[in-house]
T-cell receptor, first 113, second 117 residues
């Protein structure tokens, strides 16, 4: 069965510095992977998705993620953090057998002025 | 388009009371889902539906019931509320094509915060 681990519960960066949110997965097959973002008191929004096309995936708001099969990782990055990026980020893997989504526990991104 | 609409946004229940969380989508999506989100945890799937008249259990179905009489509506019912059901509940939908192709892009409602005292 698939699983997903977000390695940091909280990440704090200064505005204008790079962001790295780490995600590792386990999967028996070629997985589909996603990053969702949840701003305070809002619903969840898809940031980007990987579905066996290009390994470097670009998403909204300047975020991107790289699928590394050898490391079973799908880390989310952004070159320069903005105050509006403060939110909780979820890494998600799609289970092949029944198409259900397996969610990571989330990483809260804090942006310091 | 409204997307996915959930009501109510907030509710406080007493132990043993019952209530229904409403969810409506106007995108003609076949798949609909109910998740709960507890602090420090990822989302857990409660129930899902692949179309009108068809529902199935997810990861944490105990204490809940659902129905899907129309494509648009997917209400979640709590029959005997317990403190363990204090959580934020999210309804979501996706098109069937997206699931089979692996895109599986969900559209979420804004959430319903439920407290059971």
């Amino acid at each position: 069965a698939q699983s997903v681990t977000q390695l940091d519960s909280h990440v704090s960066v200064s505005e204008g510095t790079p962001v790295l949110l780490r995600c590792n997965y386990s999967s028996s097959y070629s997985p589909s992977l996603f990053w969702y973002v949840q701003h305070p008191n809002k619903g969840l929004q898809l940031l980007l998705k990987y579905t066996s096309a290009a390994t470097l995936v670009k998403g909204i708001n300047g975020f991107e993620a790289e699928f590394k099969k050898s490391e079973t990782s799908f880390h989310l990055t952004k070159p320069s953090a903005h105050m509006s990026d403060a939110a909780e980020y979820f890494c998600v893997v799609r289970e092949d057998s029944n198409y259900q989504l397996i969610w990571g526990a989330g990483t809260k991104l804090i942006i310091k002025p | 388009n409204a997307g996915v609409t959930q009501t109510p946004k907030f509710r406080i229940l007493k132990i043993g009371q019952s209530m229904t969380l409403q969810c409506t989508q106007d995108m003609n999506h076949n798949y609909m889902y109910w998740y709960r989100q507890d602090p420090g945890m990822g989302l857990k799937l409660i129930y899902y539906s692949v179309g009108a008249g068809i529902t199935d259990k997810g990861e944490v179905p105990n204490g809940y019931n659902v129905s899907r009489s129309t494509t648009e509506d997917f209400p979640l019912r709590l029959e005997l509320a317990a403190p363990s059901q204090t959580s934020v509940y999210f309804c979501a939908s996706s098109p069937i094509r997206g699931l089979r192709s692996g895109a599986n892009v969900l559209t979420f409602g804004a959430g319903s915060r439920l407290t059971v005292l």
